[in-house]
């Protein structure tokens, strides 16, 4: 994503609604109070990313944001949070539904109380969804789907063979990775690869002793869908700790880091979906704002990903690995 690029934009919308509703400078509406109630924080680098988005869209409107989210991940407190964010006096919330029922209480009393309410990163996938105005992320199992045709795409011009592969879930209960795991098997499966599906961890020793043991026990292993940045961190340490060529396994991750671009360019990974989080954290304010001013909204979801970053372009997207990508 072109930062740059972005900013016109926005200084465009701005200025199509000031143009619209025939304000001034001077009687131009404060800007407001805005939450982003989220199941994951700092201590996870894509989340760093997302709260980057945050920070610069509030600085652009002049507006006050808070993210609230335990320090790597977590669903226990986020009741806790929703109650924060509306004690505060929020003029609008963004949430991330990975486990809905997490936010779901506090996001009715919010809807109720005519606070605009945003889903990013993770929509609720129910029969009967949060009632929130529209999502903001990613197609988490159109992601799936594009890493194993990545992949097989691969084995077909190089002659690699797969035919068993992996996909490791670090956080239990999170919709969101179970649907890319869903994409990645709906593809493989019917191309003849067996997949399973692997519970581990966010801590990357926790994770890499995990697959460790997984490989011991199934030397056939070919393939691995690691499903963000701590888990493609427990992978690397996987190979390096347990002496593994990586040309002998093909890897592909969910999300962007520094190390992975790294690994993208030096062939210890095929493919990584970005997502870009800037953009949900970015636009869920800026949207959160324009309703709450203005009654705005678009008529549609709007998906930030998935899209593919390959030795193809890598490069690109290097120099904004870890703040804009």
């Known amino acids: 994503m072109n930062f740059k690029r972005l900013i016109p934009v926005v200084i465009l919308i701005v200025g199509v609604v000031v143009l619209a509703f025939g304000v001034t400078a001077q009687d131009f509406?404060?800007?407001?109070?805005?939450?982003?109630?989220?199941h994951g924080g700092p201590g996870n680098p894509f989340w760093n990313v997302a709260i980057q988005g945050m920070e610069d869209a509030c600085a652009f409107l002049g507006a006050e944001c808070q993210w609230l989210g335990d320090e790597t991940f977590g669903f226990d407190n986020m009741p806790g949070y929703m109650d924060d964010a509306l004690a505060a006096g929020a003029d609008g919330i963004g949430i991330t539904a990975a486990r809905p029922e997490a936010v779901e209480e506090g996001a009715l009393r919010a809807i109720e109380q005519g606070i605009p309410v945003i889903a990013f990163n993770a929509p609720d996938t129910r029969e009967n969804p949060i009632p929130y105005l529209f999502y903001i992320g990613g197609d988490e199992f159109l992601g799936g789907v594009a890493v194993a045709e990545q992949m097989l795409a691969y084995a077909e011009e190089t002659g690699f063979e797969i035919d068993k592969a992996i996909c490791p879930i670090q956080e239990p209960g999170h919709t969101g990775l179970e649907a890319r795991c869903a994409g990645f098997r709906s593809v493989m499966e019917?191309?003849?690869?067996?997949?399973?599906n692997l519970a581990t961890d966010n801590d990357t020793s926790i994770t890499s002793g995990i697959l460790t043991d997984y490989w011991l026990a199934n030397p056939d292993l070919d393939a691995v869908f690691s499903l963000g940045p701590l888990p493609s961190d427990a992978y690397?340490?996987?190979?390096?700790?347990?002496?593994?060529?990586?040309?002998?396994?093909l890897h592909g991750t969910f999300d962007l880091s520094p190390a992975i671009i790294d690994a993208i360019l030096d062939g210890?990974?095929?493919?990584?979906?970005?997502?870009?989080?800037?953009?949900?954290?970015?636009?869920?304010?800026m949207w959160l704002y324009l309703n709450h001013n203005f009654g705005l909204r678009p008529a549609n979801d709007i998906l930030t990903g998935p899209g593919l970053v390959t030795a193809d372009n890598a490069e690109q997207v290097k120099a904004l690995s870890g703040t804009y990508r």
């Open 29 to 38: 509406p404060v800007a407001g109070k805005y939450f982003l109630v989220s």
């Open 190 to 196: 019917e191309a003849g690869v067996a997949v399973e």
């Open 236 to 249: 690397y340490q996987f190979l390096d700790e347990n002496g593994i060529d990586p040309s002998t396994m």
């Open 268 to 285: 210890r990974t095929l493919v990584a979906i970005d997502q870009q989080q800037y953009l949900q954290g970015f636009e869920t304010v």
